[in-house]
């Protein structure tokens, strides 16, 4: 009874601690149970992703000056008095990165973003578009990620980028990114969803391949 009671044990421990990377080992002899570690052997990859994010504080912000308006001006009024602003769409942040996988706990690449905030302005009597007034943001930031769970098919993982921002509201700027909780799922192609701060949104979700250096 105590040697079942025993494998019964390892069995349970075995399904419950893989995903932990541990080896549960029974000894018979000793009818003792012994559970080892393993590290697992880093194999550097790559990975591409395609995400896209809600409109942020930040990215609002660069591309037409925290929602206020232009400053008055006398010129512009009277060449516009015939005209009148529709209201203005937010597209979303649009971001597409690389990363190279150099440990289990780190990887760099850089991450490109784009936003932009349609808007047109509109005959006062036949409501037509005369033209567009839109917004825009570009983003370019270098990108370190730190892993602190790292599975076959799953990663959890924080990460900052720090770059060069354009807004049609500041010109280009120096600017950073955050991502404050990140998680991936899959293996080969994957999704992840990120909660961060900054141009490419407080919430972002997409999708992703990624593959061993030297494979394809």
Not at 58 to 83: C, H, K, P, Q, Y
Request: glycine residues 12%; hydrophobic residues 40%; aromatic residues 12%.
């Amino acid at each position: 009874m105590r040697k079942l009671l025993c494998v019964v044990c390892a069995l349970w421990l075995v399904g419950t601690l893989s995903a932990q990377e541990r080896r549960v080992e029974y000894d018979e002899k000793n009818n003792t149970v012994k559970i080892t570690r393993i590290i697992p052997q880093h194999v550097p990859k790559h990975d591409f992703r395609l995400g896209v994010g809600t409109p942020s504080v930040a990215s609002i912000a660069v591309m037409d000056g925290w929602g206020d308006d232009l400053e008055f001006d006398l010129r512009d009024e009277m060449a516009n008095a015939d005209t009148y602003l529709s209201d203005q769409r937010f597209t979303g942040a649009y971001s597409l990165s690389y990363t190279y996988h150099a440990k289990r706990w780190l990887q760099w690449g850089g991450t490109v973003g784009f936003a932009a905030a349609v808007r047109s302005r509109l005959a006062n009597d036949t409501g037509e578009k005369v033209r567009s007034a839109n917004q825009y943001m570009v983003a370019v930031m270098p990108t370190v990620r730190f892993v602190y769970l790292n599975r076959e098919k799953v990663q959890l993982y924080s990460s900052i980028s720090l770059g060069a921002l354009y807004g049609t509201a500041t010109g280009w700027m120096p600017w950073g990114d955050l991502t404050l909780f990140g998680c991936s799922f899959g293996r080969r192609l994957f999704g992840f969803a990120e909660l961060g701060t900054g141009p490419f949104g407080w919430g972002r979700a997409g999708i992703g391949y990624r593959f061993e250096a030297g494979k394809k």
